[in-house]
């Protein structure tokens, strides 16, 4: 296998080094591993440049992670983790962390250079995948810096315990015979099309991709290619000016698109300090999009999904890329719409996939939560992870109660509900229904108009007034001080409802909105009360719904 590694890293100052080699011994019982940190799946900020003499991966940037996927053998077993690292002169602070639980902490400030082993952790792991975190939290220290240099990894486990397996984020390619392709009736190797930009597609310099052009046949993850000529991949173009899309036809039962994307992404505009790294990955649809259009016409606008890394969104250089068309659905072609200054896309190889998929879509816990799947009106939507939080919500709520709107915190939420109780009578005609009533002493938000549902004295909102139409304030069934005199909480809590029942027939059902009412009163409040809470009586709520309901 031919292993290339990913571009991209920083280029520019450099301090905290890491180097995990995978390595297996087995001594006196004992199986020893060290993990090389080339192999992180993700390295932002990082670049391998030898520290003290040592060959490392290193940073500058504080926050900066080195994340591993790995992978523990059945059925498990008690191993120590240890940590090979070079404490340095404006060393920073780093943490551990295994699945993200904290293991240990190190401050590597020291007044001259010196290599040490920390442990990290010694316990039972589970078989399975698990990750491995290196972060970086900077200065501990006034006198600190946000240099971290690391050396490696040590996995020592009992004997014929297994090898961890990395999960190694970097494209890859195994070079074919013609006849180990066939029998795959389900693959198809697709035409591209015609080079369309002036000039020839240009290797950039010291890539370790160029090879792939040696051979015409190649297999990434599971999927054949195959490689044209470098002088006849298409591009889509550096200047705006002469950017075009690129169309590609596509075979009508395809349900899983491959594309081999080479993406020439230039470094971010500095102010001629250090280098920086490219501004990747581009997954904005104002940037860049994949279009598939239907036999019927219609299209829709995908951000392509990087099977190396597991992101949405290309990155600089070599990568296999992964498109699922509409379920049900045959496409026609593909075209690619590149809108990136300075930036071009070349198609080098597509394969279409017409059977089951080889490279599935993650699950929701697998990858990020915004799934960046755009169209002509919204550039960017959420995956299904809301809609399936949504269906879990709208099984646990009574009665016909099935949708589900989603705020960014209480305040809003309750305003919204606001806004649907009005909207939802205007819509019905009955204009006149503006009215809220809420409970004395109860708090919904401090937002503009929930901040004025409920009446607490100790907390005026004189510099608020005008009070916004139609609030209207019913007693709070607190049973220790029960505005009727009340011997027990049902007693105070029925009490207390029958005179939201009362305050609507004073100032007529045709007026009256909604009722915002709480199984559970929680209040700001002064001095050594600085909250209260306050739970309602049984045969409250119950009580209020049948009056609003009925109203």
Same mark, same amino acid.
């Given at each position: 296998?031919?292993?290339?590694?990913?571009?991209?890293?920083?280029?520019?100052?450099?301090?905290?080094?890491?180097?995990?080699?995978?390595?297996?011994?087995?001594?006196?019982?004992?199986?020893?591993?060290?993990?090389?940190?080339?192999?992180?799946?993700?390295?932002?900020?990082?670049?391998?440049?030898?520290?003290?003499?040592?060959?490392?991966?290193?940073?500058?940037?504080?926050?900066?992670?080195?994340?591993?996927?790995?992978?523990?053998?059945?059925?498990?077993?008690?191993?120590?983790?240890?940590?090979?690292?070079?404490?340095?002169?404006?060393?920073?602070?780093?943490?551990?962390?295994?699945?993200?639980?904290?293991?240990?902490?190190?401050?590597?400030?020291?007044?001259?250079?010196?290599?040490?082993?920390?442990?990290?952790?010694?316990?039972?792991?589970?078989?399975?995948?698990?990750?491995?975190?290196?972060?970086?939290?900077?200065?501990?220290?006034?006198?600190?810096?946000?240099?971290?240099?690391?050396?490696?990894?040590?996995?020592?486990?009992?004997?014929?315990?297994?090898?961890?397996?990395?999960?190694?984020?970097?494209?890859?390619?195994?070079?074919?015979?013609?006849?180990?392709?066939?029998?795959?009736?389900?693959?198809?190797?697709?035409?591209?099309?015609?080079?369309?930009?002036?000039?020839?597609?240009?290797?950039?310099?010291?890539?370790?991709?160029?090879?792939?052009?040696?051979?015409?046949?190649?297999? +990434?993850? &599971?999927?054949? =290619?195959?490689?044209? %000529? $470098?002088?006849?991949?298409?591009?889509?173009?550096? /200047?705006? #000016?002469?950017?075009?899309?690129?169309?590609?036809?596509?075979?009508?039962?395809?349900?899983?698109?491959?594309?081999?994307?080479?993406?020439?992404?230039?470094?971010?505009?500095?102010?001629?300090?250090?280098?920086?790294?490219?501004?990747?990955?581009?997954?904005?649809?104002?940037?860049?999009?994949?279009?598939?259009?239907?036999?019927?016409?219609?299209?829709?606008?995908?951000?392509?999904?990087?099977?190396?890394?597991?992101?949405?969104?290309?990155?600089?250089?070599?990568?296999?890329?992964?498109?699922?068309?509409?379920?049900?659905?045959?496409?026609?072609?593909?075209?690619?719409?590149?809108? +990136?200054? &300075?930036?071009? =896309?070349?198609?080098? %190889? $597509?394969?279409?996939?017409?059977?089951?998929?080889? /490279?599935? #879509?993650?699950?929701?816990?697998?990858?990020?939560?915004?799934?960046?799947?755009?169209?002509?009106?919204?550039?960017?939507?959420?995956?299904?992870?809301?809609?399936?939080?949504?269906?879990?919500?709208?099984?646990?709520?009574?009665?016909?109660?099935?949708?589900?709107?989603?705020?960014?915190?209480?305040?809003?939420?309750?305003?919204?509900?606001?806004?649907?109780?009005?909207?939802?009578?205007?819509?019905?005609?009955?204009?006149?229904?503006?009215?809220?009533?809420?409970?004395?002493?109860?708090?919904?938000?401090?937002?503009?108009?929930?901040?004025?549902?409920?009446?607490?004295?100790?907390?005026?909102?004189?510099?608020?007034?005008?009070?916004?139409?139609?609030?209207?304030?019913?007693?709070?069934?607190?049973?220790?001080?029960?505005?009727?005199?009340?011997?027990?909480?049902?007693?105070?809590?029925?009490?207390?409802?029958?005179?939201?029942?009362?305050?609507?027939?004073?100032?007529?059902?045709?007026?009256?909105?909604?009722?915002?009412?709480?199984?559970?009163?929680?209040?700001?409040?002064?001095?050594?009360?600085?909250?209260?809470?306050?739970?309602?009586?049984?045969?409250?709520?119950?009580?209020?719904?049948?009056?609003?309901?009925?109203?």
């Amino acid at each position: 296998m031919i292993v290339l590694k990913r571009n991209g890293w920083h280029r520019g100052l450099v301090a905290c080094a890491l180097t995990l080699t995978v390595l297996t011994c087995s001594v006196r019982g004992q199986q020893t591993q060290t993990i090389d940190a080339k192999l992180a799946g993700q390295s932002d900020k990082w670049d391998e440049t030898p520290q003290s003499g040592v060959p490392c991966m290193q940073t500058y940037s504080p926050h900066a992670s080195l994340i591993f996927d790995v992978t523990v053998p059945a059925p498990g077993a008690v191993y120590k983790v240890s940590l090979s690292l070079v404490k340095v002169t404006n060393g920073g602070y780093l943490k551990v962390f295994l699945d993200d639980e904290l293991q240990t902490e190190v401050d590597t400030l020291v007044p001259s250079n010196v290599r040490e082993t920390i442990l990290v952790c010694e316990r039972f792991i589970a078989p399975g995948k698990h990750s491995l975190k290196i972060k970086n939290f900077g200065q501990k220290t006034s006198k600190g810096g946000n240099h971290l240099s690391v050396i490696g990894f040590e996995i020592v486990g009992p004997s014929g315990s297994g090898k961890w397996e990395i999960e190694e984020k970097v494209f890859s390619f195994t070079p074919l015979k013609q006849e180990e392709v066939s029998g795959q009736a389900n693959l198809h190797m697709t035409e591209l099309p015609p080079r369309l930009q002036a000039e020839p597609f240009s290797i950039p310099p010291d890539s370790h991709a160029a090879d792939i052009f040696s051979h015409s046949l190649v297999q +990434v993850n &599971k999927i054949p =290619f195959r490689i044209p %000529a $470098v002088q006849n991949v298409p591009e889509t173009g550096r /200047l705006i #000016e002469e950017q075009r899309p690129l169309e590609i036809d596509l075979p009508a039962a395809a349900r899983e698109i491959c594309l081999l994307i080479w993406s020439k992404i230039p470094l971010i505009d500095g102010d001629g300090g250090p280098g920086k790294p490219p501004i990747a990955p581009i997954d904005q649809s104002e940037r860049f999009t994949a279009e598939i259009v239907y036999e019927d016409g219609a299209s829709e606008h995908f951000i392509p999904r990087n099977v190396t890394t597991k992101s949405y969104g290309l990155d600089d250089g070599l990568s296999l890329y992964v498109l699922y068309p509409g379920a049900g659905r045959s496409p026609g072609c593909l075209i690619l719409h590149d809108k +990136v200054y &300075k930036c071009s =896309f070349a198609v080098v %190889a $597509v394969t279409c996939n017409t059977d089951e998929p080889v /490279l599935p #879509e993650p699950g929701v816990r697998e990858t990020c939560a915004w799934y960046p799947f755009v169209d002509k009106e919204f550039p960017a939507v959420t995956r299904d992870v809301r809609s399936e939080l949504a269906a879990k919500l709208a099984a646990m709520t009574p009665g016909s109660l099935s949708r589900v709107f989603f705020a960014s915190g209480g305040s809003e939420a309750n305003e919204t509900a606001l806004k649907i109780a009005r909207a939802y009578h205007h819509r019905r005609g009955e204009h006149g229904r503006y009215k809220i009533i809420s409970r004395q002493g109860s708090y919904h938000g401090a937002t503009g108009g929930v901040v004025w549902l409920g009446s607490q004295p100790q907390y005026p909102r004189t510099d608020l007034e005008p009070a916004p139409p139609g609030m209207l304030y019913a007693p709070q069934p607190n049973h220790y001080r029960c505005p009727f005199g009340s011997e027990s909480p049902r007693e105070c809590a029925i009490r207390c409802a029958e005179a939201i029942e009362s305050m609507i027939q004073l100032h007529g059902p045709e007026t009256v909105a909604a009722v915002v009412a709480e199984p559970i009163a929680s209040a700001p409040g002064r001095g050594r009360a600085r909250r209260r809470v306050l739970a309602v009586g049984t045969g409250d709520l119950q009580q209020v719904w049948r009056t609003s309901d009925r109203r």
